[in-house]
Each structure stands twice: as structure tokens, then as C-alpha cells.
């Protein structure tokens, strides 16, 4: 009797452990699953419309997957190509390229613009002077001049990524990029009105207020975009940034040229075009959304974070996008912005800001301003003519621009690891090759020409991996609290090592002559091997994933990660949970989260 019952409670178990496997496993070859009863229902994700698991593991029990199951369940790299297009709104679309235009573009075009006019504006600089004071500069002046001219656009940069945490948290990721062109135009009236008022101060002055621009932009644009976008194109859309800092310095070479602007009567007109994009921005993306996370986690606001969802996702059920931000505020426990200072504190996040700081250093770092610096010389060696240096330099731009829209097609099947370290050790090879062309080039006839193509492909190298993925990596390392603090410390990187570069690397090249490639040479290997055993892949992986993969290497467990946050001002889980939910559900802010 006593055997009957337990074979009776065996068979009852196993009918249960069945139902529950056929619940879990996909049917074959159609868009329905088959209970253990024998009927057929649709899978959950038919019926709601959400996106289904980007992975669901094989049973034990031997359950097969079809390629027509109603829930897709192949990893994403099994994933078909139109299912990632749909992620791919047209708000999405828009936000991003205004957005960009109106940032990230004039970064680059800002770095370029000046290289076209510098005779006239030497020039321009001479003769001002003697009006004034009777006398010409000499050489040296001048040069320190201009020098100073182009350098303090990285100073004004500098104060911009120190400044722009607490502008993103008082007004949002939206609203800063708005307000940030205020800097734009009033710096493109200054530099551009200097012609005419006899002023060099004003150029220079509107260097400085174009830096701080570029500073807030580099870390408002990014955060903006990692924030509104799906995690299966996170990368893709991040790439927006380097592919828009490519097309405007490809733009200001264009715009430079002497059929254009590049006239001593027209070279005003490069600093006054900079305001076309600032008003484009401005007219845009005031009927585009806040950042949903920043109105979810910040503001506290639901009713505006799922509209702002379902503008930028372009469906109307988002519970699952609300549910997982609330997931990750849960596992975080505190949706307080954490200072520098916090953060360069916090265990859990230690290698993530080290990461931060290698790969913006190296991206500043890599020799990408030597390039740019023998390009004319090189040219010139292989014979071509010094009229037509500057049409050739357009190639320079042009594959600048083609390699990162390459990068971010690819961004998303290849992994962000692949392209960063291959970025990076490309860039080893062909340095090391053209220090050698760059030596011997003078005793073989063909080497020139070499140089050339080292001198492309190093380009290349550097936009299809360094040149955009620090930008994403640092909005996807942090969680919404940290991304702030996280970006203000990777500006700082960036422009520190920006000025270094300016003010170091005459240096460099005087006393090691063309040996001097073989420095960005040691500093690309070094962030390359530092990356490969340091980076985890970040691709279609949520920001708690991502936490879990660097948590070994911190030596904290995701579930002791909150703990590092705050030590000595915490609540208990269950009464910061219960603050967090009545804050969410009333869209109040009262009742933050301390």
C-alpha cells in the first residue's frame, strides 16, 4: 500500500514536471505551444506584442526549437536581420541624427575647420597687431598665437565635461542638448564677426565657448542615445556619435577648400556655418521625448516614460521596457546620482571606470593627431602637387567616414570587443609599417606611396572600433544613478589627453623624428592586450548583465553591488522598495528614493 501511494505521488510529479516542460519548450515549426492537456495556445509574447527573450536555454528533458516557434528563442546572433529592423522607430531615427547633427558634428567639424584658413588667419592676426601697436609680430609670437588659437578649444572642453553632470540632472539629457546651443551660436557669432570688429580676441574667445559645446555635447549626446534605445541596437545607435564627428570634419575639409570658403575674404563664413546645424537641432528636437529612463528613474514620471517609450520603440505595449528599467532600479535600490568622488569610491563599479579611462585615453592617445600632422608631408613626398594637397586630403575624410557607417552596421553582430581590440591592433601594424616607409622612403621610389595607404588605413583602423565604441561602453558600464559621474570623469580623460597630445607631441616629434609612430604604436598594443583580458562582450546585454560580468573581477556579487553604493545612508530593501513604487505610480518626486 505504502508503495502504491509513493509510485501514485512519482506519477503525479512527473505529469507535473511534463506540464511544465511543455509549457516551457517552443512547438515545432508553428506559432503555438501545446499544454500538457493537448490544447494549443498561442505563446505569451503573440498575444501581448512585447519583445520575446533574447535566450531561452534547452530543457533537459531534450525539448527542440523550431525555427518557426511562436517566441523567438535563438541567441542574437541567430537573430534575422528584419526582426532588428523593427527595432529601428522613426522617432528613434530622428532623435538620434538631430541630436548628433547638432553635437557631435560640430565637434568634428570644429576640429578641422581651422586647418583650411590658417594663412589668412595668421594673417589676419599680423595685421591687427601692427594696427594697434605700431608693430609686426615675429615669428614666434605668431606661432605661439595661433597655437594657443587652436589648443584652448580642448581647455574649453575640459570645463564642459566638468560642468555637464549637473546640468543633465537638473534638466535632462533633452533639455541639455538644447540649451547647449546657446553655447554653439554664440560662439559662431563671435569667431565669425571677428573679421569685421579687427578682434582676435573674439576668434579666440569663441574657441574657448565652442570647447565647452563640444565638452557638454560628448557626454549629453551619448547618454542620450544609450538611453532611448533598444539593447539589440545600443551599439549600432551609439556609433552615431563617431559617424557624425567623421562627416564633420569631412565637412569642414570641404567647406575649406579654395572654391568654397577657403578664401582669405571668405574664411569668416567657416566659423558662421557652424549655426545651420545648432538651428536645425533647435527647431527638431523639441517635439522629440525626454530620455524614458531619465523620466522614469529621475523624474519619477510613468505616464511620460512609457509615451516616450512608445514614441521611440513605436508601439503602444511597453510594460516589458517599463518592467525591466524598474527591474534594474530595483537590484540598484537608488536612483540618487552618485558624485566623482562616490563613484571612484564604489567597489562594484572599479574596473568599469578603469575600462572608461584606458580606452579614452588610448582614443586620444593613439597617434590619430600625428596622422593628420604628416598627411600634407607625405602627399608632398609622393610627388604630388601642393595645389592639389587639399583634394587629396578629402580621401582622408572620406574614408574616415565610410569606416565608422562600416562600424556600425557591424557593431551589432560582430560585438563591441572584436572591433575595439582589432581597431587597436591594426593600428600596431600599419605604424610599425610606416616608420619604416616613412625612414627608408627616400631610397626607394615606390615607399611613398606606401605611406599613403598606411597613412588611410590607420584611419580606417581607428573609425571602425576606438573612434566611437568608448563612447558607448561608457553608457553602457553604469546604471542610470552612475552614468552621469561616469561621463564627466571619461570627458575629463578625453580632454586632458586631448591637451596633452596638442602640447607634447611637437616635442615628440623633433626629438624622435619619424620614430615617433612607434610610441602610438606601444600605446595602442598596450590598450589592446589590456582590453582583451579585461573587456567583456556588452552586446545585447542589459545593464545588470553587464554589472554580473564585471562583478568576479571586482570581487563583489551582484547582490552586494547596492551595498557598495551608499554605505551608512541606506534604508531596507523593503521600505526603499515600497518609497520607490508609491513615487512611480503617483509621478511624484517627494517621495525619491534617499
Known amino acids: 500500500m505504502e508503495n502504491k501511494q509513493q509510485s501514485d505521488s ?31 495556445r498561442e505563446p505569451p509574447c503573440a498575444r501581448t506584442g512585447e519583445q520575446p527573450p533574447p535566450r531561452v536555454e534547452r530543457q533537459a528533458a531534450g525539448a527542440e526549437q523550431g525555427e518557426g516557434a511562436g517566441c523567438f528563442t535563438a541567441s542574437s546572433q541567430d537573430r534575422p536581420y528584419r526582426q532588428v529592423l ?3 522607430s522613426g522617432s528613434l531615427i530622428v532623435a538620434s541624427l538631430t541630436g548628433a547633427f547638432g553635437s557631435s558634428f560640430l565637434y568634428g567639424y570644429n576640429l578641422s575647420v581651422v586647418n583650411a584658413p590658417a594663412a589668412y588667419i595668421k594673417k589676419f ?15 614666434s609670437s605668431l606661432t605661439l598665437l595661433w597655437s594657443i588659437t587652436v589648443s584652448v578649444f580642448a581647455i574649453g572642453g575640459l570645463v564642459g565635461a566638468i560642468i555637464v553632470t549637473p546640468i543633465v540632472k537638473f534638466f535632462g ?6 540649451l547647449n546651443n546657446v553655447f554653439a551660436v554664440t560662439a ?47 551599439g549600432s545607435l ?40 545648432s538651428l536645425i537641432q533647435i527647431v527638431i528636437l523639441p517635439f522629440l521625448p525626454e530620455s524614458p529612463r531619465y523620466l522614469l528613474l529621475e523624474r519619477h514620471n510613468r505616464s511620460k516614460a512609457e509615451k516616450a517609450f512608445q514614441t521611440f520603440l513605436g508601439k503602444d505595449d511597453v510594460s516589458h521596457e517599463v518592467e525591466e528599467v524598474l527591474a534594474e532600479s530595483r537590484v540598484q535600490r537608488n536612483t540618487k546620482l552618485v558624485s566623482v568622488l562616490q563613484l571612484l569610491r564604489t567597489h562594484a563599479v572599479r574596473w568599469q ?40 586630403t578629402l580621401s582622408t575624410g572620406a574614408v574616415e567616414t565610410m569606416a565608422a557607417v562600416f562600424s556600425g552596421l557591424v557593431i551589432e553582430r560582430l560585438g563591441r570587443r572584436p572591433l575595439l581590440i582589432g581597431g587597436f591592433g591594426l593600428m600596431v601594424v600599419f605604424f610599425a609599417v610606416l616608420t619604416v616607409s616613412l625612414t627608408l622612403q627616400k631610397t626607394v621610389h615606390w615607399l611613398p606611396y606606401l605611406s599613403i595607404f598606411c597613412i588611410l588605413a590607420i584611419i580606417a583602423s581607428f573609425c571602425i572600433g576606438p573612434g566611437g565604441i568608448p563612447f558607448v561602453l561608457t553608457g553602457e558600464f553604469f546604471q542610470q544613478s552612475q552614468r552621469p559621474a561616469a561621463f564627466m570623469i571619461a570627458g575629463t580623460v578625453n580632454w586632458l589627453s ?51 560580468a564585471f562583478a568576479k573581477r571586482n570581487k563583489v556579487s551582484l547582490e552586494m553591488q547596492e551595498m557598495n553604493h551608499y554605505p551608512g545612508e541606506r534604508k531596507s530593501s523593503a521600505e526603499q522598495e515600497s518609497n520607490f513604487t508609491s513615487s512611480v505610480d503617483n509621478g511624484e518626486t517627494k517621495k525619491g528614493i534617499v
Open 353 to 392: 571606470v578603469i575600462t572608461v579611462v584606458v580606452t579614452m585615453g588610448c582614443y586620444q592617445l593613439c597617434g590619430l593627431n600625428a596622422i593628420w600632422y604628416y598627411t600634407n608631408n607625405i602627399f608632398s613626398e609622393a610627388g604630388i602637387n601642393h595645389e592639389t594637397i587639399p583634394y587629396v
Open 173 to 178: 539629457r533633452k533639455c541639455t542638448l538644447l
Open 86 to 88: 523593427r527595432n529601428w
Open 10 to 40: 512519482e506519477m503525479k510529479e512527473n505529469k507535473a514536471v511534463k506540464k511544465k516542460m511543455a509549457k516551457k519548450a517552443p512547438a515545432r515549426g508553428a506559432g503555438t505551444q501545446r499544454t500538457g492537456g493537448g490544447q494549443r
Open 498 to 548: 586631448n591637451f596633452a597630445v596638442g602640447l607634447l607631441f611637437p616635442f615628440i616629434q623633433g626629438g624622435l623624428q619619424t620614430y615617433c609612430f612607434l610610441v602610438f604604436a606601444a600605446i595602442c598594443f598596450a590598450g589592446a592586450t589590456y582590453l582583451f583580458f579585461v573587456l567583456p562582450e556588452t552586446k545585447n546585454k542589459t545593464f545588470n548583465e553587464i554589472s554580473q
Open 238 to 277: 551609439g556609433q552615431v556619435t563617431a559617424i557624425f564627428i567623421c562627416i564633420g570634419v569631412f565637412t569642414g575639409q570641404v567647406l575649406g577648400l579654395p572654391e568654397i570658403f577657403g578664401q582669405e575674404s571668405r574664411w569668416p563664413y567657416l566659423f558662421g556655418a557652424i549655426i545651420v546645424p
Open 125 to 139: 592676426y599680423n595685421e591687427t597687431w601692427e594696427r594697434r601697436y605700431g608693430f609686426s609680430l615675429d615669428e
Open 188 to 234: 559662431a557669432l563671435l569667431m565669425s564677426l571677428s573679421f569685421l570688429a579687427g578682434s582676435f580676441e573674439m576668434l579666440i574667445l569663441g574657441r574657448i565657448i565652442m570647447g565647452v559645446d563640444a565638452g557638454i555635447s560628448l557626454s549629453a549626446l551619448p547618454m542620450y542615445l544609450s538611453e532611448i534605445s533598444p539593447k539589440e541596437i545600443r
